[in-house]
Every structure is written in C-alpha cells, then in structure tokens.
C-alpha cells in the first residue's frame, strides 16, 4: 500500500511551503513524493486537534501512515507573553491527542514540531539535541515552552511502552511565504516586513521593538520543508533532531530590520522603540548532527529569502494572513 501522509497545521507557513516543495520537486527525487504517495494537508477547519474526537475522525477520514504534525498556537514573543496559559493548554491538548490517535492508528511514523524557544534559559552555548530537559525555558514564552517539551517525553514515552517510531524537529525561527504577518501577534521577520510596508505607503515612521541587539539564526521555509522531507524518509531515531543554519549564521534583528528596509525600499525614519521588550538575547543551535546526516544540503542565503517573502508579501497583499 502507498503512504499517506498526513501534515496537520498543513495551512500555515511551515504546511504550505512543504506542499510546495512536495508539489515542485520531481516524483522519486530527493525531496519529491514517491510513486502513488498521498499528501494531504490539513487545516483548523478539517478538524480542531484540540478535541479528541474531531482529531478521531480526521484519521478515519485520511487513515494516514505518516504524520508530520506541524498544528499549534504559534506566536511571537508579544504573543507568547500575553497568553501563557493558553499557548500550554492548547498546545498540551493538541498534541497529545495528535500522538495517541497516531498511537490507535498505528502510524507508522510521527514527526512533531518543537522549536529552540524549549530549551533553557541559562545553559551554555551552543545549543544541542542533549540540553532540552535540564533547566527552565525564558520567562516570557514558558507556556508554549513547557508545551513543547512534553512532545518529546511522550515520543520517548511511546517509543519505551509501545514501540512507537515518533520523534521531532527542532526549527529556529522560520519565515517565508504564507506566515502570519500579524503587526503584534507575528514573529519578528512577518511583524517588521508589515510594519516597514505600511511605514511606506503612509509615509510614517518604521518603528522596530526593542533595542535591536538581540541574535536569532533564522530558517527559510522552503529550506525546512526540504529538511522536514528528508527527515520523514531517513531520520528514525526518537531522540529530536535541531533544523538550523550554523551556529556562527546568528543574526541581530538590527540587520533583519536593515535587510527589511532595503527589500522593502523604504527611506523614511526608522527608530527602535527600547521600551518594549527584547526577549531571550540569543539562543545559538548547533546544526551539527544534522549536518552529520543529511549530506549535501545548501541553505538559501539569509538576504535572498528575505527577498522572496518581501516580494510575496507585496504580491499577496490582499490576501496575506494579517
Ligand atoms: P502557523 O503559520 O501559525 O500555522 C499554524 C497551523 O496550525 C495552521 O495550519 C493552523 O490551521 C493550525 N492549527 C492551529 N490551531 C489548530 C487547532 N486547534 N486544530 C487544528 N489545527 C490548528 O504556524 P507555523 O509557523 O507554520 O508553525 C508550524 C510549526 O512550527 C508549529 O508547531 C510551530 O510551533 C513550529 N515552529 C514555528 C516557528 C516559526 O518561527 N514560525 C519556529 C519554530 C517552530 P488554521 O490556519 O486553519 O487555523
Ligand atoms: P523569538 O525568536 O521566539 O523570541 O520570537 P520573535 O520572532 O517574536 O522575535 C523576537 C525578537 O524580535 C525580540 O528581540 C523582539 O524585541 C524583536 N522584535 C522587534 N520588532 C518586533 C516585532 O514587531 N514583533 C516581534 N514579534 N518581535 C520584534
């Protein structure tokens, strides 16, 4: 029988760049669909994952073989600071239901979506696969955090009681096509391309949040979707898996908000506003083991990416999530 594979959050910016490279890439080639394979990419309205039993009759309804279970409450750190609670809730909910139905069906492999904001506070850098668990994630996202971690006690928790072939991906910050561009909900690179474009068109101030020294290693989504692929047909090990550019690619969101201004073309004033919050200063991931295993991978360059998403921001205007 062929697989199905079912990617939950498959509407979002990390589900529609990997129906795009999915869609693109030729059939039998390295990051293509195999002969007669299925993909189906689910969105909130196919079924809320946080109630069992819609999650129940989305796999009755698509009997998946595969899952990569990108669905959650997702934000930046403004977002993530206003709702604790319910980025745990939900998310706890969510996932959950996602693994044990996967577990009733007899999935034969599930790759959740964790993310660098899970890992400790205070802890030496880089950042690797081993340093999850062994301290408190920052303050200002411990809801969506702690969320998070618990994926990876339970893929191990299936995998030692049950067998179970779950495990997860760990991105930094992703942007591209299709995010969410929210001014105040987004993540830093959607929120600031939004904000710059509108300091354009109204000839107003380009107003970036905080002080601008802050580091982030940023993934474009076509980059990881390609990641996600490869790790679906070759990564079976429970332990996480981090998706990143090298630790010495960090970038300040001072040179984000300088790249934005010039995709953008934007010549107005621009100022950071040092009153509103700065977050975690930086959280460098090692992308060592990764690179141990996939063999020739290329990332897109920082700046090129940057680009495209600009471009599409604009081309989509109307119609972009915002
Ligand atoms: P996104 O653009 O906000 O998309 C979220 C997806 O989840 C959408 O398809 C949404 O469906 C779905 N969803 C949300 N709540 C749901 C619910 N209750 N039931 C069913 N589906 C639900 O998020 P993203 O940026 O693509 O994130 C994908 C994954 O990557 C997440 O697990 C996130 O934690 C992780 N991640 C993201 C980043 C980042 O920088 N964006 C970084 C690291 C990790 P609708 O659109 O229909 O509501
Ligand atoms: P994080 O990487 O998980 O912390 O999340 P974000 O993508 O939200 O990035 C947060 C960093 O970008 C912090 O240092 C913010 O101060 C800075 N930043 C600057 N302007 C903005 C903005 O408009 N929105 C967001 N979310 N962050 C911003």
Known sequence: MPNTV????????????????????????????????????????????????QTKKMYEKYKPTHVIHLAALVGGLFKNMKYKLTFLRDNLAINSNVLEISHQNKVEKVISCL????????????????????????????????AKRMVDVQDRAYKEEFGDNFTSAIPTNVFGPHDNFQLEDAHVIPAL??????????????????????LRQFIYSYDLAKLFIWMLRSYDDVTPLILSVGEDEEVSIKQVADAIVKAVG???????????????????????KLMGLVGDFKFTPFEDALDNTVAWFVANYENARK
């Open 6 to 53: 079912l990617v939950t959050g498959g509407s979002g910016l990390v589900g529609k760049a990997i129906e795009h490279i999915i869609n693109t890439e030729a059939e039998g080639s390295r990051f293509g669909k195999l002969p007669g394979e299925k993909w189906i990419f689910a969105r909130s309205a196919d079924g809320d994952l946080r109630d069992v039993e």
């Open 115 to 146: 993310s660098t904001c899970v890992f400790p506070d205070k802890v030496e850098y880089p950042l690797d696969e081993n340093k999850i668990h062994i301290g408190e994630p920052h303050d200002s996202n411990f809801g969506y955090a702690y």
């Open 193 to 214: 391309i939004h904000k710059c474009y509108l300091a354009k068109q109204n000839k107003t101030p380009f107003v970036v949040a905080g002080s601008g020294k802050p």
């Open 266 to 288: 934007f010549k107005g004033e621009y100022t950071f506003d040092t009153t509103r919050a700065d977050g975690q200063f930086r959280k460098p991931a090692s992308n060592g």
